[in-house]
């Protein structure tokens, strides 16, 4: 599959149809989708009109925005005007349809995208592995017996699998970037409030993130741009100035003082995760390590969050309709029910002092590396997962390294590591708040160096 900036480029000169592009991508997924299970919706019709439209426009001499012709999914937490926005529940799946598009999905047809359907994700965004009892496992295109990661594993498996070059999904402990790295692509998970959630089913607000996917830093970079901007629909998305990066990937490293996580970020997971990070930041010239301040803490502090601010959400339904629950969520919403108000209050006020000592490190460093996983994808079904001699739940203890980061808001990308073998890994890659920019500086770099890069697409 061509990429997003190919595909862009060869629709805007006149190259290349848009019809024609979205109609090959359609009948993409629907020869290879039924093995994977990524898609809960296709929009066929809408998006055959979106691409006719575009190439009506170019036809005419007129601009028809920076990603015409490229197509695009949407986790199903995100609205789509039509069809009902079920965040991989069966309670929501009564709900009427949306009446209007979320914010992203209106501001990527706005730069030319066509949008082709919405993406399968664990129940209500709570969970790791996209293991849902509802709607299905998504498989990992690079092993069908495999998780492809969750939330947004619909969203990674998709662009991984090549059924479209990018993708939409949300963040809240790791939900980009668990499956991002899973299943071997890139996935930005921005600061908290860059990108605006409105028209987005929410999970816990005070840590819901949104972003893209896609198959290079290039790719992702232009997506990233044409989805900036404030928004007063979304109380969070504050009035950040809008700052194309697309444009400065190539400004390399020279200058940034790039370091590696140690301590925390080096144990509780597989000896091939830790040896492929540190390989990674080797080629990079990266010698510095550095401690984060609690990052256990963080973790647990998240956790008391999520789940206080999950089950108040959705406490009504709980109350009158458990069984309608996903089993693999329901345990955890209703143990969110539970935690008491003084656990929230001193998670928040850690979660203060924590941002704060952030702060204060990046004050020594630009970009910090770390492991995005502490294993590659386990089977589908697998409950358990051995570590350090430890059992612990194979889905839950997938978000040990995204946790801490999401926790301060910070922007991370998570990219996989070049020459990682049959199963993916990825590599976080870390910055202050607001400076997306280092992140992906930094990540452009190492692409155009060798060391990272997506598997080749199997399909």
Known sequence: ?????????????????????????????????????????????RALAAAARIDDLVRSGRDPG??????????????VEGITTI???????????????????????????????????????????????????TRNPHDLSRIAGGSSGGSAAAVAAGLVPMSLGSDTNGSIRVPAALCGVFGLKPTYGRLSRAGTRLFAASLDHVGPFAR???????????????????????????????????????????????????????????AATERAASALGVVRRVNLPEPALARAAAM????????????????????????????????????????????????????????????????????ATPYPAFPIGQRMMEVDGRQLPAAG?????????SFAGLPVLAAPI????????????????????????VAAAAEAAGVLAPPPVRF
């Not at 197509?71 to 937490?77: D, I």
């Not at 203890?397 to 980061?405: A, E, N």
């Not at 199963?423 to 992140?439: F, H, S, T, Y």
């Open 216 to 274: 290079s830093v290039g790719d992702i970079a232009a997506v990233y741009d044409a989805l900036q901007g404030p928004d007063p629909a979304d109380p969070v998305c504050v009035g950040q100035p809008i700052e194309p990066i697309a444009s400065r990937l190539d400004q390399g490293m020279d200058g940034l003082r790039v370091a590696l996580a140690a301590g925390y970020f080096s144990s509780a997971g597989h000896p091939e995760v830790f």
């Open 1 to 45: 599959m061509a990429s997003v900036i190919e595909t862009s480029a060869a629709v805007r000169a006149g190259r290349q149809i848009a019809v024609e592009v979205t109609r090959a991508n359609l009948d993409r997924i629907h020869t290879l989708d039924s093995s994977i299970n990524a898609f809960t919706a296709v929009t066929a019709d």
């Open 87 to 137: 965040a991989g529940s069966r309670i929501d799946a009564t709900l009427p349809p949306a009446t209007r598009d979320a914010t992203l999905v209106a501001r990527l047809e706005s730069a030319g995208a066509v949008l082709v359907g919405a993406l399968n994700m664990d129940e209500y965004a709570f969970g790791f592995s996209t293991q849902n009892s509802h709607y299905g496992p």
């Open 418 to 441: 070049a020459g990682s073998g049959t199963l993916p890994m990825g590599i976080q890659i870390v910055a202050a708040p607001w400076r997306e920019d280092l992140v992906l500086r």
């Open 66 to 79: 920076p990603l015409a012709g490229v197509s695009f999914a949407v986790k199903n937490l995100f609205d």
């Open 397 to 405: 203890h997938l978000g040990v390294f995204t946790q801490p980061l």
């Open 304 to 371: 008391v969050i999520t789940a206080s601010e999950g089950g108040e959400l959705h406490l009504a339904d709980l109350k009158a309709r458990a069984d309608s629950f996903d089993p693999m969520t329901r345990p955890l919403f209703l143990s969110g029910t539970l935690v008491p108000a003084a656990w929230y209050v001193r998670a928040q006020r850690f979660r203060r002092w924590y941002c704060s000592e952030l702060e204060a490190l990046f004050r020594d460093v630009d970009v910090i590396l770390a492991p």
